[in-house]
């Protein structure tokens, strides 16, 4: 079991362009969670999948944001036509679901700078 | 609404004990978690609590008060890798996809 992982590390892009960030939670994991964390703050929640379907979306993800995972595994983020203000650490998480704690484990995060 | 306080910033000497106080006014409550956060590293995992009283793991145990709405978390015998961040994040009702509510986050820093 390696934990969750993230792909890329980090993402420089300018404005306008889309860019598409890759999640693998713990394998044994169907709960899936993305959250966007700016400098100075805790991590907000933006997302959630159980197995393949998405359960809950944040107001903080508009129209711009969108995520799939299309087989309950792996996860993408896709930010199109990305500003600024999307610049930020977009952390995903995984859970196994089952009782007590439920507890998120986090993976290393992609950082985004938008120029 | 939900409402996470922390302190943002502490400071304590090597070898010390430091307690890191947490309120919370949510809508709901379904656990409280502690996480460590070093500078850009991921969270990691440090304790949970649901029911009021006192969790012990090693160094760091952490406390609930439900009525108060408060928890905290103690660092014992401190050591410099202790430096970091520390979260604190609400779970609320179940049926809320067991999304979290994190606070800003505590960032203690370690001297000798």
């Known amino acids: 079991d390696t934990g969750v992982s993230q792909n890329p590390r980090h993402k420089i892009t300018k404005r306008g362009q889309n860019v598409t960030f890759r999640c693998d939670p713990i394998s044994e994991h169907n709960r899936l969670y993305w959250y966007r964390q700016t400098l100075g703050q805790g991590p907000e929640f933006l997302t959630y999948f159980q197995n393949e379907a998405q359960l809950e979306k944040s107001r903080l993800l508009s129209d711009r944001f969108s995520a799939e995972r299309p087989k309950g595994s792996f996860s993408t983020l896709e930010i199109q036509r990305t500003e600024q203000g999307d610049s930020a650490m977009y952390l995903c998480a995984s859970s196994p679901r089952s009782g007590g704690a439920d507890t998120q484990y986090f993976g290393p995060g992609t950082r985004l700078t938008v120029l | 609404g939900q409402n996470i306080d922390q302190p943002t910033e502490m400071t304590a000497t090597e070898g010390a004990i430091v307690q890191i106080n947490c309120t919370y006014q949510?809508?709901?409550?379904?656990?409280l978690f502690w996480y460590q956060q070093h500078a850009g590293e991921a969270p990691t995992f440090l304790s949970y609590n649901v029911l009021d009283g006192l969790e012990e793991k090693g160094r760091f145990s952490s406390f609930l008060s439900r009525s108060k709405g408060y928890s905290y978390l103690l660092l014992k015998e401190l050591q410099m890798k202790d430096s970091a961040s520390y979260l604190c994040?609400?779970?609320?009702?179940?049926?809320?996809?067991?999304?979290?509510?994190f606070g800003t986050g505590t960032r203690l820093q370690v001297t000798l």
């Open positions: 994040a609400v779970r609320d009702i179940p049926g809320t996809a067991s999304k979290l509510t």
């Open positions: 949510t809508s709901g409550f379904n656990g």
